[in-house]
């Protein structure tokens, strides 16, 4: 079974969409790992370019996370490159090992548009944030950090939230200059039940 939150009336996916990402994603990485996969073709509605992120977490909480913030590339592909770069390249952790996976669960989360905000202060800026509603990328410079939407559940004030991006990004959580500039987007996603064991292929 799958979990789904978002806009089913703008996303212009069909009802199963979520159960062929999340499959896709799970059959990507098992195959990686040297697992039985059964790894189906990438439906048509899935060739556009998207932007996704993969999202996996484990008995102890977040194993990898990567993504991407534009859509370049075509959905399906996009989908399984992150997927594995969630897995095996997230410098956070170690290379997601064969023996832990029956116990990761799997998270797909589409990307909408990035939208410039405009402000002219810190305040501004936390006056217009949709807490639970936006993702939001800030950088300054060649600093860069972004926060899915999911990350308001840690973090549900604004305030805070912010100066969590700005510490991802790798500026002090008080840093403020006029050089700053803020994106936000919202996503649709889809993550697996928990479960206590799973099948390798998903």
């Given at each position: 079974?799958?979990?789904?939150?978002?806009?089913?009336?703008?996303?212009?996916?069909?009802?199963?969409?979520?159960?062929?990402?999340?499959?896709?994603?799970?059959?990507?990485?098992?195959?990686?790992?040297?697992?039985?996969?059964?790894?189906?073709?990438?439906?048509?509605?899935?060739?556009?370019?998207?932007?996704?992120?993969?999202?996996?977490?484990?008995?102890?909480?977040?194993?990898?996370?990567?993504?991407?913030?534009?859509?370049?590339?075509?959905?399906?592909?996009?989908?399984?490159?992150?997927?594995?770069?969630?897995?095996?390249?997230?410098?956070?952790?170690?290379?997601?090992?064969?023996?832990?996976w029956s116990q990761v669960r799997v998270e797909v989360s589409l990307l909408?548009?990035?939208?410039?905000?405009?402000?002219?202060?810190?305040?501004?800026?936390?006056?217009?944030?949709?807490?639970?509603?936006?993702?939001?990328?800030?950088?300054?410079?060649?600093?860069?950090?972004?926060?899915?939407?999911?990350?308001?559940?840690?973090?549900?004030?604004?305030?805070?939230?912010?100066?969590?991006?700005?510490?991802?990004?790798?500026?002090?959580?008080?840093?403020?200059?006029?050089?700053?500039?803020?994106?936000?987007?919202?996503?649709?996603?889809?993550?697996?039940?928990?479960?206590?064991?799973?099948?390798?292929?998903?």
């Open positions: 079974m799958t979990m789904h939150d978002g806009d089913e009336k703008t996303s212009g996916f069909p009802p199963e969409a979520g159960k062929v990402l999340l499959n896709l994603a799970r059959a990507t990485i098992a195959e990686a790992l040297g697992l039985p996969a059964e790894l189906a073709a990438v439906p048509d509605w899935a060739q556009p370019p998207g932007a996704t992120f993969v999202t996996l977490t484990g008995p102890q909480g977040l194993r990898g996370c990567i993504g991407s913030l534009q859509a370049y590339r075509p959905l399906g592909v996009d989908l399984r490159a992150n997927a594995l770069a969630a897995a095996f390249e997230d410098p956070r952790f170690p290379p997601l090992g064969a023996e832990e909408s548009s990035l939208q410039p905000m405009h402000f002219d202060s810190e305040e501004s800026l936390l006056q217009q944030i949709q807490p639970h509603q936006d993702g939001l990328v800030l950088s300054h410079g060649v600093q860069r950090g972004t926060f899915l939407p999911q990350v308001w559940e840690e973090l549900p004030q604004p305030r805070e939230f912010l100066r969590a991006l700005k510490h991802k990004a790798g500026l002090p959580a008080d840093f403020w200059s006029a050089n700053i500039e803020v994106y936000r987007y919202m996503v649709e996603k889809w993550r697996e039940e928990p479960t206590a064991e799973r099948k390798s292929g998903g």
